[in-house]
């Protein structure tokens, strides 16, 4: 109960009775439900508002009113009127209306909150719901527009694992995309910058499917309502802001103009990780508010972001590879964005129960995640996700410092997510399952970078340069000597030759860290390695490992294991690549 300074008359709001006055000593109802909780103040901004509930036809509405209108109450009421406040008509209930909107003042303060992500310690989700919860109610989610509020939940977590997770494992993409719904959820922990991955490919690939597999994990995964490329940039800012730390899905790139394609992905790339815009505040005129954000975005497109900048004349910015990455969303002789099926049934049935099981279960997977996330310290997290990010990057092969671990570095982050999710339960897969999905992803985004080939050649070149080097040192009557038993010369202590049948070819054996040292910084040995066994370079196990163990005569040491290049394969690369000849295969 609140008293006017006119000690004459006391104030009431009752939810059922309406606004209450008390006069002789008995109370009356003037005016529907109305009342003022909290003095509120924006996030960030200098502003007061009053934080008004009032009633609508029974149900029970909130509105933010600049504090200043206490000193104009009819204008704090015209507003609400429009909004379907059914006040009397009577100038004396007026009167008292105005009297209670004027000379209230509420002792309870609250922080609004304009968009969703964290605040602090705290995470806002799309419907408003913060975790951990705040008890005192300090804190209030007020979007600038309302019709973005949108149900966070839907079905159960285990309908969620059973129909959307637990079929993704047949898709490495679509299990990259889970793990980037829950990586968005904890950017904030993290110095890596914002960024988008666009998965491109084939109309019927399956590429909007994956985009909604990635949304389920926080919200509704439904293609209905998802936003597309012909955002302005004004339209952007807003959109980043609606959704700050968590995943953002934007469907086909083919909305862009062709004529302006490749100036709005730069834009939206390089704007993604400013990270902060404004936001024009529909409580005060004239007003804009800065607002942040922290994201990972997923896009679909026919095409790569390369091509379309290719064929405007244009090349890619070293930055805004990093930002905006490609990633195929299929490969060769696999069914569209699948890698396998279950038995008995065709791609799109199969397609087709997962999208209709997206948009029914949903949400509960981050909601759980962000739990379990909040019941440790930020610091400790933080070192969690250090620890996995080394461990993806280790093996995986990621090279070196620079652009290579600014390109792997939201993949990691997918990782480190992915482990938490594996290890609450939250997903039912093996952690083996889960490196899988984002080291195949991963590769396959970074042989879709366009400088791929000439970093590639490039490492090819000073590995060749070396073999030529070190082959120079051998006398070739020495090796004429050799039978068809495998046999090992060292040279320089790291490189090996031998001749191993049938054919007697000449092959080089390396050590892994030589051949690291050798190709140089720039790239990763992961990614070296698979165009050389795609290139039929090296010689493999049985199960077609990279590297096979060779016996060294003289040393009792353990057999090392190496890469094993075959002069043949390496001769005709030298020369495809313009290279000088080199001395053939010993007779």
Known sequence: MKKSKNSNLQFRPHPKKGLLVKRAGEWHSVAPYIKIPALAHEEGGDHFLLVIEFEVDGAQLRYLHPARDTLNPKAIIAELVSRG????????????????????????????????????????????????????????????????????????????????????????????????????????????????????????????????????????????????????????????????????????????????????????????????????????????????????????GEQPVSDLVRSAGKRRIGGEQVRLIDVPATKQGRFGVFDSLPDGIEPAEFAGAIEKSAARHYGHAAEVFLRRLTKKDRESRQNEITKYRREFRSRANVAGEGFERRFSSKFELCYAAGRFAVKWGILPWSNDQLFTAIEETYLSARRSAPEYESMIHGALSKVIRHLQTSRRGIEIKALKKMDNTERVAAVDGAAFLTFIGPGRELIYGVKKETLIRWMGDGISLQVFEQFLLAQGVLLVTKRSLAMKQVSVPGSSAARPYLYCFRSSRIDALNLEAGGQDRDRTAE
Not at 278 to 295: M, V
Request: proline content about 4%; aromatic content about 8%.
């Open 85 to 300: 406040y059914a006040i009397s008509q009577s100038v004396d209930d007026h009167a008292l209306v105005e009297a209670y909107l004027s000379t209230t003042r509420p002792d309870h303060r609250v922080t609004i909150l304009r968009r969703t992500g964290w605040y602090g310690d705290v995470y806002v989700r799309p419907d408003g719901g913060i975790i951990p919860e705040c008890r005192d109610q300090s804190l209030v989610y007020e979007p600038e527009d309302r019709a973005t509020l949108k149900p966070a939940n839907g079905g159960t977590l285990e309908g969620w694992q059973r129909s959307v997770a637990v079929p993704a494992t047949h898709s490495s993409v679509m299990m990259f995309a889970i793990s980037a719904g829950f990586a968005a959820l904890i950017m904030n922990y993290t110095p890596v910058e914002s960024g988008m991955f666009h998965i491109f490919g084939k109309t019927t690939a399956g590429k909007s499917l994956t985009l909604c597999v990635g949304l389920s994990v926080g919200e509704c995964g439904t293609k209905v309502g998802m936003p597309h490329w012909d955002f302005t940039n004004a339209g952007f800012e807003e959109l980043a802001a609606a959704h700050s730390d968590r995943l953002l899905a934007i469907d086909e790139a083919g909305h862009i103009q062709t004529d302006t394609a490749v100036e709005k992905l730069r834009r939206t790339a390089f704007a993604m990780t400013t990270g902060s815009g404004r936001i024009r505040s529909r409580h005060f005129k004239g007003s804009t508010n800065i607002t942040n954000w922290k994201l990972l975005a997923l896009s679909s």
